[in-house]
C-alpha cells in the first residue's frame, strides 16, 4: 500500500502524527503546488491535509485525479464542504477530530481495492460510470442555471438602458449629459458580459444547424449587435469590407458569435491615429473553408498572442472587456469542426484565420 500526503509547509508538524498512524505504509508528505514535479501519482492512495478554501481543494482534487485517475483520494479538514463536485472528486473527507480513524480507513479502502482486482476492474467501470452520470448532471443544471439566469439579468438592463436614452432626450444640462453617458457605458459593459456568458452557454448546449450562409448577409446579421460602438464617423457597415465571398453552409448563429467578437475588438481597439478598417475575406482550401478576418488596428503583443483564447485572459488591466470573448470564439470554432490562428504586429493591426470544413456529414 502506497501512501501520498500532500499538506502546506507549516503543517509539516502537525503531518507528522499521522504518518505515526500509518507508519506501517511509510507515506511520503510533499507539498501543496507539487504534484506536478511529483508527476503521475502511482500510490494507491492521496492524502489532502487541511485545504484551505473549496476551490483550493476542487482544482488539487482535478490535478490528482488527471494524474491518477484509478487513486483514492481522502480529504482530512475543517468544515469540509457537501459540494456534489467535491464529492465527485473526492473517495472519503474527515474532520481533524477524526483523525484516529484514518487507519480503519486505509483499511477499508485496500480492501476495496482488493475486491476493484479481483473482480476484473467490473467495480471501477461501475464506479466510474455513475461519476460520469453525476457530473454530467451537475454540469446540464449548472448551464441550465447560467443560461436562464442570464436572460433574466438582461431584461432589467434594456429596461434601464431604454430609461436612461429617454433622460438624455429630455435633460440637456451638460453634467447630466455626462453623467448619463458614464451610465450607459457602465450598464453597457455590463450587458456585454452577460450576451459572452449566454453565448458560451449557448455553445455548449445546442447542436449544430446547418444552413446556406452568405458572407454579407452575415454582417448585416451581426451589426444590431455593435451599434453600442458606432460613433458619428464609425460605423459597422463602413468599418467592414468583404473583399472575397462566396455561399457556403455552416451554423449561422455560432458564426455570428464569431464575427460579433472579432469586429468588435477591431473597432474596439482600433488605431487612434486612423480609422478601423476591417477586411473578410473567404477561400477555398481542398475540403475546408478559410475566412481571414484582419484590422488595421493597434495590435497585440507577441507574448500575448499564445494566451489571447484563455478564459478570462486579458492583455492589460485597462481592456475593457470581460476577457471571455475570444475564448469564446476558440470554443465555438472548435465546436464546428474547426481550427483559428492569429497573427499580429504592434501598431498595424491583427489578422485571424479561421479553418472550417467545407461540407458537414
Request: net charge neutral; hydrophobic share 40%; aromatic share 6%.
Amino acid at each position: 500500500m502506497q501512501i501520498s500526503i500532500f499538506a502546506r509547509k507549516s503543517d509539516f508538524q502537525e503531518v507528522t502524527h499521522i504518518k505515526g498512524l500509518l507508519k506501517e505504509w511509510s507515506p511520503k508528505v510533499f507539498q501543496y503546488g507539487e504534484t506536478a514535479r511529483v508527476g503521475k501519482l502511482t500510490r494507491e492512495i492521496v492524502i489532502l491535509y487541511k485545504p484551505q478554501l473549496t476551490e483550493e481543494l476542487i482544482r488539487i482534487a482535478a490535478e490528482v485525479r488527471i494524474l491518477s485517475p484509478s487513486c483514492y483520494l481522502l480529504v482530512i479538514g475543517e468544515g469540509i464542504p457537501g459540494m456534489t463536485l467535491f464529492h465527485a472528486q473526492v473517495n472519503c473527507a474527515l474532520q481533524l477530530s477524526e483523525i484516529g480513524r484514518i487507519p480503519e480507513l486505509i483499511h477499508e479502502l485496500k480492501a476495496r481495492a482488493e475486491r476493484i482486482t479481483s473482480d476484473g476492474g467490473s467495480m471501477a467501470m461501475q464506479e466510474l460510470q455513475e461519476k460520469n452520470k453525476e457530473l454530467e448532471k451537475i454540469n446540464f443544471e449548472l448551464d441550465r442555471f447560467v443560461y436562464s439566469a442570464s436572460h433574466d439579468l438582461r431584461s432589467p438592463l434594456t429596461s434601464v438602458l431604454g430609461l436612461l436614452y429617454l433622460l438624455r432626450e429630455e435633460v440637456k444640462a451638460e453634467g447630466a449629459q455626462r453623467y448619463v453617458s458614464l451610465m450607459e457605458e457602465s450598464i453597457l459593459k455590463l450587458d456585454n458580459i452577460i450576451r459572452d456568458i449566454v453565448a458560451y452557454s449557448r455553445n455548449n448546449r445546442a447542436g449544430l444547424q446547418i444552413e446556406e450562409i452568405q458572407l454579407p448577409e452575415l454582417i448585416s446579421d451581426v451589426e444590431p449587435g455593435l451599434r453600442y460602438l458606432e460613433t458619428g464617423e464609425i460605423t459597422v457597415s463602413g468599418c467592414v469590407k468583404v473583399k472575397a465571398a462566396f455561399p457556403f453552409s455552416s451554423d449561422r448563429n455560432r458564426l455570428v458569435t464569431i464575427l460579433n467578437n472579432l469586429i468588435s475588438n477591431s473597432i474596439k481597439y482600433r488605431h487612434p491615429a486612423r480609422l478601423p478598417e476591417i477586411e473578410l475575406n473567404l477561400e477555398r482550401n481542398g475540403q475546408h473553408i478559410v475566412l481571414v478576418v484582419s484590422d488595421n488596428g493597434i495590435g497585440i503583443k507577441e507574448y500575448h498572442l499564445e494566451k489571447i483564447f484563455d478564459m478570462f485572459y486579458r492583455t492589460s488591466d485597462h481592456s475593457t472587456g470581460s476577457g471571455l470573448g475570444l475564448y469564446i470564439v476558440r470554443e465555438t470554432i472548435k465546436k464546428l469542426g474547426g481550427t483559428v490562428r492569429v497573427e499580429s504586429a504592434v501598431n498595424q493591426g491583427t489578422k485571424f484565420t479561421i479553418t472550417l470544413p467545407l461540407a458537414y456529414a
